[in-house]
């Protein structure tokens, strides 16, 4: 046979030339620029549409990993100087509630997570919110086929498990937007004085337009009504029943909808009353293409390196320079706050309270996960969290490394502020706002579909190059107990266990059943109360369907007795702690709504010697005044 000769220098270049126009700004699908709710002084990055998105839509392609940082912001002595207090605080502010993606029993006290990208990126907005997870991506998601049941693993414990986190359109969104996200209702409050925010709550707006389209729809149902008649009608609505109906917010609602009738249809083909207020919000593609830089050049998908869990691909042809991607940066000033201890009970003696803290006599029991997906430098306490788009899925090669990551410049739109470059370590601690920003550089041409590499450097290598010969000696071919994610995939077509079957089939002592639930009374309205156990018996209402899957309704139960219906294939009676204060007892629970977890402390992430350590800077590009271990190494 004759070898197949490379591709000519002319050919490249055509190829790359025709995947290249994927980079066209019509074509980007999502963009990384200042928000609406920043300054040209004090600038905040968001996310923009770079298309129109319908309700319920996802942003699938920017999937993105949750990592916990377990019982983090609990411990006393993690907040026991005004320093640490105001780094753990900034860092808080960056963070989820774990039951997004179902890892509230990661730890004894909480759990929160940093999700890069889609989790972090969108704006925040007191009157709109139009992006939201969708839990079930990431609470239903498949197992990682690298890890095989019972079998010890190089990468079991280094690498997230929480997988596929995504976000969906909650509204309408179109080209040119911004996402918000729903950070809940306690953050409504802290904004008062920011004059880029709204005094008008978003619920103010979903009243007003769900009166705008009644009165539309009232109108639709009489088309002989007047021009008229239609305003004496829209005029008794605004003066006579909205101040029965709304109460003190009946002013302010009044406020958004228009006086005139004719203008109601104008503020719904808008996008709805917030839209029609805020109409310059939305930004053109020659806005977005001067201001922003499209995130379109990467996409997620399991790595080519064996064991390497998800991995960033590009999704177009990439030049030799080219920035593939922007990454603001999160920067953690006292990476000893990651160092974990066992936690105990302390009781100040002059007041009496109690408190949680690390009981530190024994040594550290681990360091958190996050610090696998952070920068930082051996000479330094400083570290640097990516919150860039799928940043955090590019792995590492040595040999082949095909880009590399570095300071972004003014050229680049959203350019680093190097001045903070002379701030020491203490300094960064008090500063507490995004500052920092690099980008993802191609050091060659980078086909479409290609994955892309970093260097970590060399302390990473010599780093990972121990503890693969440690693991090989010790762990190698040593089985490994089951996990929740095993026992997920072993039941999946089988029943679960119950009391009388569980004598010969036991659970492991590090797993826990769990289901989701939402309960709702019998259908005969008849209350039943179960007097061996002294609970009521409730029912099962939902989740029924994909999208109704929630992480607050996954709770762990013991399940009581089963019984076959075909349609559902087992159905279960279980007794689930609900609340602090209230115990049920739910029946009629679907096979598919219960799963397994690993209990506090058991997951792989808490796996004894699991590997750690941070992504190496190029030296010469990581700043001498952040060296402050320097003189003490």
Not at 39 to 50: D, I, M, N
Not at 305 to 319: P, V
């Amino acid at each position: 046979m004759r070898r197949s000769r490379a591709p000519s220098a002319v050919l490249l270049v055509a190829l790359l030339s025709a995947t290249t126009s994927g980079n066209d700004a019509d074509s980007c699908p999502l963009w990384l620029a200042p928000s609406y709710t920043g300054t040209e002084r004090e600038p905040k990055y968001s996310l923009f549409a770079g298309k129109s998105f319908a309700p319920n839509e996802t942003f699938s392609d920017f999937a993105e990993i949750a990592i916990p940082l377990v019982d983090f912001d609990q411990i006393a002595s993690n907040r026991n100087t005004p320093q640490k207090d105001q780094i753990v605080d900034f860092l808080e502010g960056f963070l989820w509630t774990s039951h997004f993606v179902g890892g509230q029993w990661e730890g004894r006290l909480s759990a929160p997570m940093a999700i890069a990208g889609i989790g972090v990126l969108p704006g925040y907005h007191t009157g709109i919110a139009n992006v939201n997870f969708l839990q079930a991506a990431s609470l239903l998601s498949d197992t990682e086929e690298y890890l095989v049941a019972g079998q010890s693993h190089l990468s079991r414990g280094a690498i997230s498990p929480y997988h596929n986190v995504t976000l969906k359109a909650t509204r309408q969104i179109p080209q040119g937007m911004e996402l918000f996200a729903d950070f809940g209702d306690l953050w409504d409050g802290n904004f008062t004085d920011d004059i880029y925010q709204d005094t008008i709550r978003r619920y103010d707006y979903e009243i007003a337009d769900g009166i705008i389209q009644s009165l539309l729809d009232f109108y639709d149902e009489f088309p002989n009504l007047s021009e008229g008649m239609q305003q004496e009608i829209i005029d008794f609505m605004l003066d006579k029943v909205l101040g029965t109906a709304a109460g003190k917010h009946a002013k302010t609602i009044r406020s958004l909808i228009p006086a005139s009738a004719q203008k109601l249809k104008r503020v719904k083909d808008e996008g709805g009353s917030f839209m029609y207020r805020y109409a310059d919000m939305i930004r053109s593609t020659k806005w977005l293409q001067n201001n922003g830089f499209c995130l379109g050049a990467m996409k997620a998908g399991p790595s080519t390196i064996e064991g390497a869990g998800r991995g960033a691909f590009a999704t177009r042809g990439l030049r030799q320079g080219e920035t593939i991607t922007i990454t603001p940066m999160l920067h953690i000033a006292d990476k000893e706050l990651l160092t974990m201890y066992p936690i105990h009970s302390v009781v100040d003696p002059t007041t009496g309270e109690m408190t949680i803290d690390y009981d530190r006599s024994g040594g550290p029991s681990g360091t958190q996960l996050i610090i696998n997906y952070c920068f930082g430098h051996p000479d330094s306490s400083l570290l640097l969290f990516p919150l860039g788009s799928l940043v955090n899925l590019i792995n590492h090669s040595r040999k082949g490394s095909n880009a590399y990551m570095t300071w972004s410049k003014r050229a680049d739109k959203l350019p680093n502020q190097h001045q903070y470059h002379d701030f020491t370590v203490e300094q960064m601690a008090n500063t507490n706002k995004i500052v920092l920003t690099m980008k993802v550089v191609a050091t060659r041409d980078i086909g479409p579909g290609e994955e892309i590499f970093l260097d970590y450097g060399p302390q990473w290598e010599h780093a990972w190059q121990e503890y693969q010969q440690k693991w090989e000696l010790e762990r190698k071919g040593v089985p490994h107990p089951l996990k929740a994610k095993d026992m997920r995939d072993r039941y999946k077509a089988i029943p679960f266990e119950i009391p009388q079957t569980m004598r010969r089939n036991p659970y492991p002592p590090n797993i826990a059943t769990a289901c989701f639930m939402s309960i709702r009374e019998r259908p005969d309205g008849k209350t039943m109360f179960d007097k061996t156990l002294g609970v009521d018996i409730t029912e099962w209402a939902s989740p029924a369907a994909y999208e109704d899957y929630q992480g607050s309704n996954l709770f762990i139960v013991d399940i009581l007795e089963r019984k076959n219906v075909d349609h559902f294939f087992y159905n279960y009676t279980v007794i689930a702690k609900i609340s602090e204060t209230r115990i049920e007892e739910i029946a009629d629970v679907p096979h598919a709504a219960c799963t397994f977890v690993d209990v506090p402390y058991k997951s792989d992430i808490h796996l004894d010697g699991a590997f750690r350590h941070s992504i190496g800077i190029i030296d010469s590009h990581f700043p001498q005044k952040w060296r402050d271990l320097r003189d003490a190494s």
